[in-house]
């Protein structure tokens, strides 16, 4: 899975071709088409391909022929106006195609998202290589004892190595035992059976193919503070290519979205009450406690006094 | 709707323009792109963009990188395996968008392919131009006696004249009313109310982007000579964008769909026996009549004998 | 389409009807299948099936065998936090099949939510019956003048007059000729050629099936107060099928969707500004004026000051 | 992950309700329901509920009112016309959903399946259970010499012992590091990174629903021959639910797409020419050998002469 000398030629002979298109064309996004952004230990991203820039998202708004005459400004309130309210279909018009090396746990809960076109390396067909994901030391947590799906403080240095010693020795050993099953010359098992020895570290890769409103939505998710910390960081990757393909989108993408908070009917009514000079109380709120917490939190306060 | 002239010079320009770029181009698709390809009266079907080619099915399907050393001949043939076998996750690397104009009737049908993205020009929004589709008389026929939903004899050139002049004076009226009640100086009656005037044959437009698997689902209905003329025609003008950009996935697409045949359970035992030189009744086969029938049409014969 | 007096004694028998099943059962949902809930002048919304209940949704959470000992207080605040969090599989684990007879032009917006199943009443096959969509006064209106796809003041009779009169006549009138193109002893036209000459507001039906997630999110965006009236009172009924079936998750949904307000990075910082006592003016917010007057009529404020 | 006896006594309470319900109702899938069917060593399917029934995909195709007065036999011929013409949307009317054990590499092959609700075991939240999938001897195979994802002989009993043996140290060995980093009075790892450390052939579960067209897309594929041994045993046991399910949805299924062969255009000429007597040869064919092959094995022939 890794790349042979011959393959590193191709990419950059590929990198360094240059072709004639009457469609639309980023400069931006083109200066990181075939360049792999490195994530993790062992992973990447890179863009494959890409259709469409934010004119097409406009186009698309307009159903109207060509640029028109219209200026950014008109523009970008045209594209702010429609993510604001949902408006999603023009943002469906714009494509782009992913190459990731990831761990399998990671890829287990990415293919959760099921509005993409996946193809995945097939360790039924091929043999995997030999390169699984040890964290960094700093990045070794205990359980959150308040979030059921969360870290907590990081492990002191003693344990942490304790830690990193079990998953290199187990990843290294199953793996070995994976290729001695695979050994033609010895036992030569079936790779669709050998594979199931592997642990949820070891890297896979796939192309993943989505358009602008569904990498939005993926984007939002995975790039959220709480996302699990290792499919965060391809997240972050990709927020970067997003910006250089879409700006315009990828502004009110993080206005709307990234940085937008969601208060419920409950909410306002507290937020009324605030706002009218009111010390309006946890209790009497209805909020639950983690709610009210959380409020209070996105306004920038300790508490609602 | 319909193209003023500064759209015309505005289209002219697009085609004119050159970017360079680094993603795979396909230069018979390039001399398609922004030319509208015109179906039935004033309906068109124009590419706008388009991302892959047949060597990302290709590449998907190996998740290797760069070209390889492949020669075509094996890329050809691994094309057809995966279309023979329906390893349909290849042919969704690649994506295509189009600008069609067709009459609401046939965007009604049209729209019940769900896995695509529409943006379609909005009545509310903005009013209607003034076209509408009139068949040609040859285009014109009796309701067939044997299939509930198809056509039987076209009509004689009198009953064709009654119609088309039914045809043609009720979308007048019915579009001359409607721009009646939207007029601002007169009734100013709301666009999302007065668009409920307009009778079907009224021709809308959208863009519609789809991956090449779903395409091919699309026109393997469409373009199937089952498939309601007025519909037909679009999915053989998109024919012909395919083999233009993906020949030799087209070539397959012909071979083990279009052109292909699927034998139940049933008729493989019926055709079984014929090879053994056995003559099976249709009565002894378990097949219906009308399944006898569409079997030996499929073997070129009349009856089984 | 409409109702035979055998297909009433039909769906009284169904009614009528009582088995016995292991599968979760709400009696209050049950009271509604196979009773038609009217909407506009012909159209309805009914009930046909259904799959789980609140407690699906709590199932799927937590993957756990049978109901638990957890209390019910339990479940709402589970659901709850579900709904806050979009946490949307869990209620994608309910559906719900509804029978719907509905305007041309209302299907038209409607299809456009493609995480659905649909099977419609097909004008190739059959005729369709003489039933079309024509408002009540009160609901004609001007377009508006400030939103380019909505309404304005209500018309004055006399106006209103004028433009019922044009819709009922114009759907006789096309209505007529497409029965006389039909005409078996007449012109005999292929069904599906005549029905392009019925008007958009002529009366469609379907089955239309979807999931309790995508069914909110439907109803999020057409109960909504920018909504077309005439797709929002089919949204309205629905409401009430979903109360009597998943009364927890339906008022999160309220709390939490239809009744929240989300507020952008730019709308937080004027938030938190007039928090701590300041007066952020318009100009400097950074915001659009009707971005401006959306927070401030969130906020129940006429201004920020 | 495992039932206790407090679960089973739920389950079986489950069981033992009975409920009053007008919905359509299926005894003998009844009979089946929070009946845990087993699969490989620990793995299981059982069915958790369902929607529909033959009769709801009549209904859909007719979008009639009631069950009509039709007869059986007339209720079968349209299923078998739909299945045969690939009219799918009246099958997409029944729903049904499944709680499945299964072990963590099956999960992954069954995933890719995008048109399902799924809702699994979060290792994120919990801790996995001791189970991990160990082949019988009989069921581990070498690598296949001409099918790169298939299996060829038999492993002799020494060398599968030893394989065996291997898959069991490591996947005990894994877990056990699992739980020892997990310890709360020890290392007291995060559970999101502690499960990396596991294996996959580890069971996880989920819930997961789908439509009656998109079960048999499923079906279709992994009860196949080709399909992998360790997903193709869930797929039959499916296969038995659809059966008890809607029978005459699943015989159509079985004569039109499991036990049915479709022919290429080319494989169409040499069919054509066979039956006129003559003996096509496979090189003047245009098939590949492969095809020659597949296609005369469908036919129950050696070679085409």
């Known amino acids: 899975m890794t790349l042979t000398p011959e393959q590193q030629t191709e990419i950059e002979t590929a990198r360094a071709a240059a072709h004639s298109t009457r469609r639309a064309t980023v400069p931006a996004l083109e200066e990181l088409l075939f360049t792999a952004l490195p994530v993790l230990d062992h992973g990447f991203v890179r863009v494959v391909d890409y259709m469409g820039d934010d004119n097409a998202v406009v186009q698309a708004a307009r159903v109207s022929y060509g640029r028109g005459t219209r200026k950014t400004t008109e523009d970008e309130g045209l594209i702010r106006y ?42 039924r067909y091929s043999i995997m290589d030999k390169d699984f994901y040890i964290p960094s030391p700093e990045n070794l947590a205990t359980q959150s004892a308040s979030n059921r799906q969360g870290r907590g403080d990081v492990l002191d240095p003693e344990t942490a190595a304790r830690v990193l010693a079990l998953l290199r020795a187990d990843a290294e050993q199953t793996y070995d035992h994976y290729a001695e099953m695979l050994d033609e010359e010895g036992i030569g098992l079936a790779r669709e059976l050998a594979r199931m020895n592997l642990t949820l570290n070891t890297y896979t890769q796939w192309y993943w193919k989505t358009d602008l409103h569904n990498l939005f939505n993926f984007l939002r998710l995975r790039a959220d503070a709480h996302a699990q910390y290792e499919i965060r960081v391809y997240a972050e990757a990709m927020l970067e290519t997003a910006k250089a393909w879409v700006p315009l989108s990828y502004a009110a993408f993080r206005d709307y979205r990234l940085g937008a908070v969601t208060f419920s009917a409950k909410m306002l009514d507290v937020l009324r009450a605030m706002l009218a000079g009111e010390s309006p109380s946890p209790e009497e709120s209805g909020l639950s406690k983690r709610e009210w917490a959380e409020m209070m939190g996105a306004l920038g306060r300790k508490d609602g006094t």
């Open 82 to 123: 429609l993510m604001r309210h949902y408006h999603s279909t023009p943002f469906e018009m714009c494509e782009i195609k992913y190459h990731v090396k990831l761990p399998i746990f990671v890829a287990r809960q990415w293919i959760r998202h099921r509005t993409a076109n996946v193809n995945e390396y097939s360790a």
